[in-house]
Protein backbone atom coordinates (compact mmCIF):
# COMPACT_ATOMS: atom_id res chain seq x y z
CA UNK A 1 0.00 0.00 0.00
CA UNK A 2 1.61 3.40 -0.73
CA UNK A 3 0.48 7.01 0.48
CA UNK A 4 -0.17 9.01 -2.24
CA UNK A 5 1.12 12.82 -2.54
CA UNK A 6 -0.23 14.96 -0.40
CA UNK A 7 -2.21 17.93 -2.31
CA UNK A 8 -3.09 21.59 -0.75
CA UNK A 9 -5.63 23.65 -2.26
CA UNK A 10 -7.95 26.47 -1.25
CA UNK A 11 -10.81 27.10 -3.23
CA UNK A 12 -11.76 30.36 -4.20
CA UNK A 13 -14.41 32.61 -6.06
CA UNK A 14 -12.26 31.96 -9.48
CA UNK A 15 -12.14 28.69 -9.15
CA UNK A 16 -16.24 28.16 -8.62
CA UNK A 17 -17.06 30.60 -11.33
CA UNK A 18 -14.63 28.87 -14.07
CA UNK A 19 -16.37 25.26 -12.67
CA UNK A 20 -19.19 27.37 -12.97
CA UNK A 21 -18.61 27.95 -16.49
CA UNK A 22 -16.86 24.72 -17.66
CA UNK A 23 -19.91 22.87 -16.60
CA UNK A 24 -22.62 25.45 -17.07
CA UNK A 25 -23.98 25.29 -14.01
CA UNK A 26 -25.05 28.92 -12.65
CA UNK A 27 -26.15 28.42 -8.77
CA UNK A 28 -25.65 31.46 -7.42
CA UNK A 29 -24.42 30.10 -3.71
CA UNK A 30 -21.16 28.87 -5.57
CA UNK A 31 -20.44 32.57 -6.21
CA UNK A 32 -22.22 34.95 -4.45
CA UNK A 33 -21.76 35.92 -0.95
CA UNK A 34 -25.22 37.25 -0.50
CA UNK A 35 -27.15 34.43 -2.09
CA UNK A 36 -25.03 32.02 -0.05
CA UNK A 37 -25.47 33.86 3.07
CA UNK A 38 -29.44 33.97 2.13
CA UNK A 39 -29.45 30.27 2.01
CA UNK A 40 -28.23 30.59 5.29
CA UNK A 41 -24.54 29.71 4.91
CA UNK A 42 -21.69 31.79 5.63
CA UNK A 43 -20.16 32.43 2.86
CA UNK A 44 -20.70 30.62 -1.28
CA UNK A 45 -19.64 27.36 -1.09
CA UNK A 46 -17.41 25.10 -3.52
CA UNK A 47 -19.14 22.60 -5.84
CA UNK A 48 -19.51 18.92 -4.74
CA UNK A 49 -18.34 18.12 -8.03
CA UNK A 50 -15.09 20.29 -8.20
CA UNK A 51 -14.25 18.32 -4.98
CA UNK A 52 -14.09 15.23 -6.85
CA UNK A 53 -11.79 16.24 -9.45
CA UNK A 54 -9.65 16.86 -6.94
CA UNK A 55 -9.93 13.24 -5.81
CA UNK A 56 -8.88 13.03 -9.84
CA UNK A 57 -5.74 14.56 -9.41
CA UNK A 58 -4.16 12.65 -6.72
CA UNK A 59 -4.57 10.11 -9.31
CA UNK A 60 -2.81 11.30 -11.85
CA UNK A 61 0.27 9.52 -12.97
CA UNK A 62 -0.93 6.62 -11.27
CA UNK A 63 -2.59 4.89 -13.95
CA UNK A 64 -5.63 4.89 -16.54
CA UNK A 65 -8.73 6.03 -14.15
CA UNK A 66 -11.11 3.20 -14.74
CA UNK A 67 -13.63 4.40 -12.02
CA UNK A 68 -13.88 7.35 -9.33
CA UNK A 69 -17.11 7.59 -6.86
CA UNK A 70 -16.79 10.07 -3.64
CA UNK A 71 -19.75 11.05 -0.86
CA UNK A 72 -19.18 14.64 0.33
CA UNK A 73 -19.77 14.82 4.01
CA UNK A 74 -20.15 18.91 4.53
CA UNK A 75 -20.32 21.84 2.94
CA UNK A 76 -17.36 23.34 2.38
CA UNK A 77 -16.77 27.42 1.64
CA UNK A 78 -14.75 29.13 -0.63
CA UNK A 79 -11.34 30.28 1.06
CA UNK A 80 -10.68 26.86 3.05
CA UNK A 81 -7.84 25.03 3.46
CA UNK A 82 -7.84 21.72 1.72
CA UNK A 83 -5.77 18.72 1.77
CA UNK A 84 -6.33 15.98 -0.45
CA UNK A 85 -4.35 12.62 0.10
CA UNK A 86 -5.12 9.13 0.19
CA UNK A 87 -3.34 5.45 -0.21
CA UNK A 88 -3.30 3.49 -3.40
CA UNK A 89 -2.87 -0.90 -2.78
CA UNK A 90 -2.57 -2.52 -6.36
CA UNK A 91 -4.76 -0.52 -8.30
CA UNK A 92 -7.54 0.55 -5.46
CA UNK A 93 -7.66 3.65 -4.06
CA UNK A 94 -8.98 4.80 -0.73
CA UNK A 95 -9.19 9.35 -0.74
CA UNK A 96 -10.00 12.17 1.55
CA UNK A 97 -10.45 15.50 1.61
CA UNK A 98 -9.78 17.25 5.10
CA UNK A 99 -10.14 20.96 5.80
CA UNK A 100 -8.11 23.01 7.89
CA UNK A 101 -9.17 21.60 11.40
CA UNK A 102 -8.49 18.12 9.94
CA UNK A 103 -12.45 17.39 9.67
CA UNK A 104 -12.72 14.75 6.82
CA UNK A 105 -15.41 16.75 4.15
CA UNK A 106 -15.30 14.40 1.23
CA UNK A 107 -14.31 10.56 1.25
CA UNK A 108 -13.88 8.19 -2.10
CA UNK A 109 -12.69 5.38 -3.79
CA UNK A 110 -10.71 4.74 -7.06
CA UNK A 111 -9.70 2.43 -9.69
CA UNK A 112 -6.73 2.82 -11.60
CA UNK A 113 -5.18 0.76 -14.11
CA UNK A 114 -1.38 0.78 -14.67
Keep these: MDNLPELRLRPGLLDTVRYAAAMWEFQLLHFDHERARAEGL ?20 AGRLEHLAW ?41 VRP
Design 42 to 61: DRAIVQGPLLGTYLARLLDG
Design 71 to 111: RNHAVVPVDTDLVCGGTLDGGEARLWIRDGAGTTVVSGSAR
